[in-house]
């Protein structure tokens, strides 16, 4: 007779231990494509020249980059009694192409009033995040400083609106690098005849449009 006991032990004699089973392995993808997206962000999209007082007799100069705050004598050039200077507007691109950056206006420096009234602007790079790159065309390299070249990627130095139908430059290049390089900013420039009429809210608008490359 055999007990159960001794029939566990002559199963366990009999029949091996699994220790693995047979494996099979294969391969797969993600796939997807990425679209060109262009876009532009505008921050703090208005320069305030705040309360301006020409000089009697001759008008002043006031620029929205300058960190002067006094009477302007004609021969320099300051910012506003009430201004917050520096003042600009901030551009950015935001899509994933580079873009060419150009500015239209609703007119020139009529909107001031007076006896010849003008009206400038300026762009530079964002002094954290520099995004008009061109290091073939720029002087020096890499900093877009160029000042007269047609060929430059940047438009730096003053350039005067005189009219509402070209694209004005700011800039050919602007790159795209997830917010560490990708951006511009607007300075401006006018100029205050002495005999422009009193009023607040004066206003020029600007059209920035960022168009792929």
Same mark, same amino acid.
């Given at each position: 007779?055999?007990?159960?006991?001794?029939?566990?032990?002559?199963?366990?004699?009999?029949?091996?231990?699994?220790?693995?089973?047979?494996?099979?392995?294969?391969?797969?993808?993600?796939?997807?494509?990425?679209?060109?997206?262009?876009?532009?962000?505008?921050?703090?999209?208005?320069?305030?020249?705040?309360?301006?007082?020409?000089?009697?007799?001759?008008?002043?100069?006031?620029?929205?980059?300058?960190?002067?705050?006094?009477?302007?004598?004609?021969?320099?050039?300051?910012?506003?009694?009430?201004?917050?200077?520096?003042?600009?507007?901030?551009?950015?691109?935001?899509?994933?192409?580079?873009?060419?950056?150009?500015?239209?206006?609703? !007119?020139?420096?009529?909107?001031? !009033?007076?006896?010849?009234?003008?009206?400038?602007?300026?762009?530079?790079?964002?002094?954290?995040?520099?995004?008009?790159?061109?290091?073939?065309?720029?002087?020096?390299?890499?900093?877009?400083?160029?000042?007269?070249?047609?060929?430059?990627?940047?438009?730096?130095?003053?350039?005067?609106?005189?009219?509402?139908?070209?694209?004005?430059?700011?800039?050919?290049?602007?790159?795209?690098?997830?917010?560490?390089?990708? !951006?511009?900013?607007?300075?401006?420039?006018?100029?205050?005849?002495?005999?422009?009429?009193?009023?607040?809210?004066?206003?020029?608008?600007?059209?920035?449009?960022?168009?792929?490359?």
């Amino acid at each position: 007779m055999l007990s159960l006991n001794r029939l566990n032990e002559l199963k366990v004699s009999f029949l091996p231990a699994i220790t693995g089973a047979p494996t099979a392995t294969g391969t797969g993808r993600v796939n997807l494509s990425v679209t060109g997206t262009t876009a532009i962000s505008v921050t703090d999209d208005i320069i305030k020249f705040g309360a301006c007082t020409p000089v009697p007799g001759a008008g002043s100069y006031f620029s929205s980059n300058s960190t002067l705050n006094a009477i302007d004598n004609t021969t320099g050039v300051y910012n506003c009694s009430t201004m917050m200077a520096p003042d600009n507007i901030t551009v950015r691109n935001v899509g994933n192409v580079v873009v060419n950056l150009t500015l239209t206006f609703g !007119g020139n420096g009529s909107f001031i !009033g007076g006896n010849t009234p003008r009206m400038w602007y300026t762009t530079y790079n964002e002094p954290t995040r520099p995004g008009c790159i061109n290091t073939t065309e720029c002087d020096p390299p890499g900093n877009c400083g160029c000042n007269t070249a047609a060929n430059c990627s940047f438009q730096n130095a003053w350039n005067e609106v005189t009219t509402t139908t070209p694209l004005y430059k700011a800039c050919n290049n602007l790159t795209m690098s997830g917010g560490a390089n990708d !951006g511009i900013i607007i300075y401006a420039r006018v100029f205050v005849p002495y005999d422009a009429p009193t009023g607040n809210d004066k206003t020029q608008s600007m059209t920035i449009t960022g168009t792929s490359t």
